[in-house]
């Protein structure tokens, strides 16, 4: 029998497993729930994260990978190893797994990684620079000499970087992301309407009207909380234009920080990023007027790939194909088992 490979976006929010040969095989929440009382993981993925907010105390629920990277050893080991049985339907067979990292990721967090793969039964894990699995599944040849720009803005970091002959040239990694514009919205809410509300809500709000690029005057929609005076359930209506003051300083650094990575890049790969324009990945960048402002503020036309949520699951399990080409982005992780 054919061996199975399977390429896995590990993100803060989601985590995508891609099989060779099937496409994309799973999409759930990273959410484990756990009963603090036995330490027995009750739920995980779609299933969790129903559970979030509505469990007795004793059970919790907990999202083990943050800021793209693992936070709680143990969870993520368990998410991995459950999505990969789902995936395989069996713990006999032994898949070759591929993982996209984000580019700062330090040696230590890298061999978490690879430990819960390995501890989910793979038979070999590689590692794919997440840059590099974004344009791959964005369909952009990186092994050719030219060079691409990507910014991808997950719900945890927004990873930029310039990719040329499969490899990483000049890049960034930031805080700032999807999780970001909800907490934000949260604050703003509480300080002005003494309204608490929870992160399902503010994320709902943002992909309905959030927007950091011309918003409009009557474009608005109501969220309801619970007043924190008096305590009863509220509703107010928020409009796109207060919405966008309180986004648009985080769009900002982002843009801030595209710059940056723009004015580290050498003379001879810009003028391939002006003919190639910077693409755009991850669920964040379908927050209205993002591309925009990039756009009007590097002068380089920015597009949001097709897909951009699976994008970077996609490339990674893409990457198997070209394995032999992508020397530097691509590290077999034997170097990093003991
Ligand atoms: N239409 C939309 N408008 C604005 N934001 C959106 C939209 N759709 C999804 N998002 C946001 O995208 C984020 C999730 O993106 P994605 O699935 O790429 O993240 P991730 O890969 O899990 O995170 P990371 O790459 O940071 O580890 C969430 O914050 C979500 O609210
Ligand atoms: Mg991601």
């Known amino acids: 029998m054919a061996g199975v490979d399977l390429g ?7 985590i995508i497993v891609y099989r060779r040969g099937k496409g994309i095989v799973l999409e759930e929440p990273s959410v484990v729930a756990y009963n603090v009382r036995s330490e027995q993981v009750v739920a995980v993925g779609h299933e969790a994260l129903a559970m979030l907010g509505k469990t007795p105390a004793y059970i919790q629920t907990e999202c083990p990978i943050r800021d793209g990277v693992i936070s709680n050893h143990l969870y993520t080991e368990y998410l991995v190893k459950e999505f990969v ?74 990873d930029i970087a310039v990719i040329s002959l499969g490899g990483i040239v000049t890049a960034d990694s930031l805080r700032v992301a999807g999780n970001t514009f909800d907490e934000a919205i949260i604050k703003y809410i509480q300080s002005r309407y003494k309204l608490a509300i929870g992160s399902k809500v503010a994320e709902k709000l943002k992909k309905e009207i959030g927007c950091v690029f011309n918003p409009k005057e009557d474009v608005m929609s109501s969220v309801k909380g619970r007043n924190l005076l008096t305590g009863y359930p509220e509703q ?34 810009i003028g391939d990023i002006h003919d190639n324009g910077i693409v755009m990945t991850g669920g964040t960048s379908l927050l209205r007027g993002l591309d925009q402002l990039i756009q009007e503020n590097t002068g380089v036309e ?15 399990g893409k990457s198997f194909e070209q394995m032999d080409e992508l020397k530097e982005g691509f590290q077999n992780a034997a170097t990093y088992s003991h």
């Not at 896995?8 to 989601?14: F, S």
């Not at 990684?113 to 894990?125: D, I, L, P, Y």
């Not at 986004?247 to 595209?258: C, F, G, K, W």
């Open 236 to 269: 107010v209506t928020i409009t796109q234009t207060e919405l966008f003051d309180v986004l648009r300083p985080y769009a900002d650094e982002i843009v801030a920080s595209v710059r940056n990575v723009l004015e580290r890049t050498p003379p001879e790969l």
């Open 85 to 158: 049985r789902k995936v395989t339907k069996s713990f006999l067979i032994k898949p070759r797994i591929a993982i996209c990292i984000p580019s700062a990721i330090t040696p230590v967090e890298a061999r978490a990684v690879v430990e819960a793969a390995m501890s989910a039964g793979a038979r070999k894990v590689y590692l794919v620079d997440e840059p590099l699995a974004a344009a791959m599944g964005a369909g952009i040849d990186v092994t050719a000499p030219s060079g691409h720009m990507m910014v991808d803005c997950g719900g945890g970091t927004t």
């Open 302 to 316: 920015t597009r949001v790939a097709e897909d951009p949520i699976l994008c970077v699951g996609i490339g990674t």
């Open 8 to 14: 896995i976006d590990l993100g803060t929010t989601k």
